[in-house]
């Protein structure tokens, strides 16, 4: 297997989704070891840091990329397999940031009130106990929280040559911060473009469903992935496998229309899966399911459709491509 090294320098880094040129081109089958920045670019260091000081809004989630696969076409599936997600800080910043979060108004919901007070936490990372420490900023309450690295980020080039911002999670993936996005799954997504041009970043150190006030545990991270080519057969959504679970990731605003299109691009995976009948598949997914919120504040908002296998029989999605890469992985 190849193994490709990339640390993205400052001027390489993409803060959108299509529009920007490959930093890489690979071959299906590669090893990528990528570093990526935190969300914030990493300038929030120190509680007395105010994110309207310290950031700019049209840099932040910078992404490690895009990379454009060999032979991706338009209507392929773009297979990410993430093997290792590593902490590349002993430590992470959160922060609330003004208009922007799920209890405050943001420019899509208007409301009279003055934004939120900004503050920063950061966690210290202790890699021995693999815990991040919270520490209250008033009072002196201290808590280990199990370390729990995802990223935030993953996605391709948009269709129809849209350009995205990497704060925006939609069909082509991008923002759907989800905690399912870990080491050990594979990521689906449907490429659009010659190349895919993929991109990932947002490492988070963990995060509650939701991601409540917008930020999460925010920091560098070391990924390891594989990089596969499926041709055809691309799904509208995208899709997760784990060892466990099925998982789609629905975008949108309202927050129940992102819910459906989680719960639409299941039944579609269902009817692959095993040639149910769509109603037959909304049936067994109402009784079966999980429905896990990603995210709630960012342009769209993402919600999660989960089922565990352990309550279906066996199957191969694309033809055991997941299966295959944890091989894989485990041969590195």
């Known amino acids: 297997m190849d193994v490709v090294e990339f640390r993205p320098q400052r001027e390489q880094y993409a803060w959108t989704f299509g529009g920007v040129a490959p930093v890489r081109h690979v071959a299906p089958g590669t090893c990528l070891r990528l570093w990526t920045e935190d969300a914030f670019g990493g300038r929030l260091r120190s509680p007395a840091d105010r994110p309207s000081e310290r950031l700019d809004m049209s840099e932040v989630n910078p992404q490690t990329g895009p990379f454009h696969v060999e032979g991706a076409e338009p209507g392929d599936t ?106 050990g799954a594979t990521c689906y997504l449907g490429v659009n473009v010659a190349g895919a041009l993929f991109s990932v970043g947002d490492g988070h150190y963990r995060q509650g469903e939701g991601e409540a006030c917008g930020t999460a545990v925010e920091g560098a991270m070391n990924v390891t992935l594989i990089v596969e080519l499926i041709k055809g057969h691309a799904p509208v959504w995208p899709r997760i496998e784990q060892d466990e679970n099925y998982i789609v990731v629905g975008s949108s605003r309202p927050l129940e229309d992102a819910w459906r299109a989680g719960q639409a691009g299941m039944i579609d995976w269902l009817h692959e899966l095993y040639g149910l009948h769509r109603l037959d598949a909304y049936q067994l997914l109402t009784q079966i399911g999980k429905a896990p919120l990603a995210n709630v504040v960012d342009a769209n908002y993402s919600a999660v459709t989960k089922i565990p296998k352990n309550l279906l029989p066996a199957a191969q999605a694309y033809q055991g491509m997941h299966q295959y890469l944890r091989e894989q992985a485990a041969n590195l």
């Open 78 to 183: 773009l297979a990410l397999h993430f093997v290792e997600l590593e902490p590349a800080r002993d430590w992470a910043a959160s922060a609330t940031i003004p208009f922007f979060g799920g209890l405050t108004g943001t420019d899509r919901t208007a409301l009279l009130h003055e934004p939120l007070p900004e503050l920063t936490w950061i966690y210290q990372l202790d890699r021995e106990r693999e815990v991040v420490v919270f520490e209250a900023l008033r009072g002196g309450l201290r808590l280990d929280l199990p370390l729990e690295p995802m990223l935030g980020t993953v996605g391709v080039a948009p269709a129809g040559r849209e350009v995205r911002t990497s704060l925006v999670p939609d069909k082509f993936g991008g923002n759907m911060d989800s905690p399912e996005m870990r080491a």
